[in-house]
């Protein structure tokens, strides 16, 4: 069996999706839903998997988490037709 991930809100994950008709679903790739959390510092994920944390800084190869929250912020933007 595939492991679904909590942020899939597809058919094949949650099926949130057609709870919510009128949704517009943005996919940010590669990310977790911790890339979503403020920048670590250059010693964090070194620091969290020294003492076995939840991994908040380890983020999927290829991620630029500044961009990510760019874009997560101006998607809100848009929804909202922020200036």
Not at 6 to 28: K, Y
Not at 59 to 83: Q, W
């Amino acid at each position: 069996m595939d492991r679904q991930f909590p942020t899939d809100t597809s058919a094949l994950g949650s099926g949130f999706e057609s709870l919510v008709p009128n949704a517009h679903v943005e996919v940010i790739a590669p990310a977790t839903h911790f890339t979503a959390m403020p920048l670590c510092k250059p010693k964090g994920a070194a620091i969290l998997e020294e003492e076995r944390d939840d991994p908040v800084c380890s983020d999927p190869a290829g991620t630029d988490r500044k961009a990510v929250h760019d874009n997560i912020i101006n998607s809100i933007a848009k929804h909202f037709e922020l200036p």
